[in-house]
């Protein structure tokens, strides 16, 4: 049996902090959580493992030249970062999150390498998430409309020269994946790769790329089935102009007489989401994944995260592949959520302990991760520790932990993680892989594999300035 000690251990909002607390687990699972004498020299604070409830498993955007420009440009110009090697791509960015203090993530799946077939390359992400040691939510996307832009592309392409529109048409598909082939593709993959540490989901990419057939047989099967969807939707101001012509009777409304919203569901980033579009995701049990840093990162918008939750939406928090810095901080996203919706003058929308636990049980519901996250015996072992004397680094007078987590904590603090009782990160380094060598080799396939895009780059600025006409002209979704 392993034992933790903890200055401060925060097990969950109900019953708060513990002071000098020691946690005991064997065989994954927590066995206690008892008062005990002040550890080893040196303060632990213990918080249940935190969650990166929306990703897509992808090194930082910028590096490819994807800055200050909306998802609308910025998601093709990520063709960029198709991963050269599926296992490397996926195993860094599930390492840093586990740096961070991830113990589940999801993977929106949206941009498959093409190297193999995608069943293995399921396979490889999987190995990657068992080689790191967190647990594993994995949606494949799809899309089967609309590739370049939320309606009829015709007056793009026409304005790009012949070479141009060749490279671009090849990369951007029109015909894709059926609807029933997709769901028995995903079929296909939960055979190979679902377990207690991994959740496979549908991952339609969003309702402006996926058809009406398309949208309704995931929801068919999922009512049969029980799998869970992951989806974005209505995360920028375009995307709400086409929702709002396609679907005059509503989209969410929509979403909710075919079935789609449930509990099943978690929706990423829903900023354009109006109030009574919130009632119905909050009716259905459907949960809200916000993503506040790559919101600034894509000029998308403040999300009204607030009032979702006070209609009675779970929340949940997401890094989005684009933290603030683009460095997978995970503690430092959940912080600017809270501050960023926490209300302005005395008025507040919760407290810290109650959003600390909501956005871990949300989180863990999204990712299929097995329970709420409350450190109490009987409960999955999944925690973090951090440093308390570096957190109270002036250690002036008693402060509340968790004032000082969310006034100044981020992945530095963190200094050991837990999920299912192995130790997956101790003071910054991953235990099952070494991350600073999986990025050198990552940097350097990257690098090789540029040259296959040297049409898109040549093709980029004709296309860039030709998709943003196309919207400033009235988007035209229909």
């Not at 513990?18 to 918080?47: H, M, N």
């Not at 832009?149 to 951007?172: C, H, I, K, N, T």
């Not at 339609?204 to 799998?227: D, F, K, T």
């Not at 299912?420 to 050198?440: F, K, N, Q, T």
Request: proline share 6%; charged share 20%.
């Amino acid at each position: 049996m392993d034992r933790v000690h903890a200055a401060s251990l925060f097990s969950g909002p109900e019953t708060g902090l513990k002071s000098d607390a020691v946690l005991s687990y064997e065989g994954g699972v927590i066995t206690s959580v008892t008062k005990g004498e002040p550890g080893p020299a040196g303060r632990r604070l213990i918080i249940p493992a935190l969650v990166n409830a929306h990703d897509h498993a992808r090194p930082t955007a910028s590096s490819f030249g994807a800055t200050n420009m909306p998802l609308e440009t910025w998601i093709l110009r990520s063709v960029l970062g198709t991963p050269p090697d599926p296992y490397l791509a996926a195993a860094v960015s599930l390492g840093r999150n586990a740096r961070a203090g991830c113990g589940a993530m999801m993977v929106h799946y949206t941009r498959p390498s093409g190297t193999m077939g995608m069943v293995e390359e399921a396979q490889a992400i999987a190995r990657a998430a068992g080689d790191v040691g967190i647990r594993l939510a994995f949606a494949l996307a799809v899309r089967d409309q609309n590739p370049l832009v939320y309606g009829d592309a015709a007056d793009v392409l026409q304005s790009l020269s012949p070479a141009d529109r060749a490279v671009v048409e090849r990369m951007f598909p029109s015909r894709l994946l059926a609807p029933q082939d997709y769901l028995s593709l995903v079929d296909e993959i939960a055979a190979a790769i679902a377990g207690p540490m991994v959740d496979v989901q549908f991952g339609p990419a969003g309702v402006q790329w996926c058809s009406r057939p398309l949208l309704e047989a995931i929801a068919e099967h999922s009512a049969r089935s029980g799998r869970r969807i992951h989806m974005h939707l209505l995360e920028t101001v375009y995307q709400r102009a086409w929702a709002d012509r396609a679907f005059p009777d509503g989209i969410v409304r929509y979403l909710k007489d075919i079935g789609f919203l449930s509990e099943r569901l978690t929706l990423a980033h829903c900023i354009h989401a109006r109030p009574d579009e919130l009632d119905m995701i909050a009716e259905a049990g459907a949960r809200i994944v916000t993503n506040f840093s790559s919101n600034l990162h894509l000029h998308s918008g403040l999300a009204p995260i607030a009032d979702a939750h006070r209609r009675g939406c779970g929340i949940a928090v997401g890094v989005d592949g684009v933290a603030l810095d683009e460095d997978d901080d995970a503690l430092r996203e959940m912080r600017l959520v809270q501050m960023a919706h926490d209300g302005v003058g005395f008025e507040r929308t919760w407290s810290r302990a109650e959003f600390l636990g909501l956005a871990i049980r949300n989180g863990r519901r999204a990712t299929g991760a097995p329970g709420d996250g409350s450190l109490v015996a009987g409960a999955p072992a999944d925690f973090i520790t951090l440093d308390l004397d570096r957190l109270d680094r002036d250690a002036l007078m008693p402060i509340d932990p968790l004032d000082l987590l969310f006034a100044r904590g981020n992945a530095s603090h963190v200094t050991e993680v837990v999920v299912a009782g192995r130790v997956v990160m101790r003071d910054g380094v991953v235990a099952g892989i070494d991350l600073p060598v999986l990025e050198a080799e990552l940097r350097a396939a990257y690098r090789k594999s540029l040259p296959a895009h040297v049409g898109l780059l040549s093709a980029w600025r004709p296309l860039e300035g030709a998709i943003a006409q196309w919207y400033r002209a009235g988007c035209d979704c229909g």
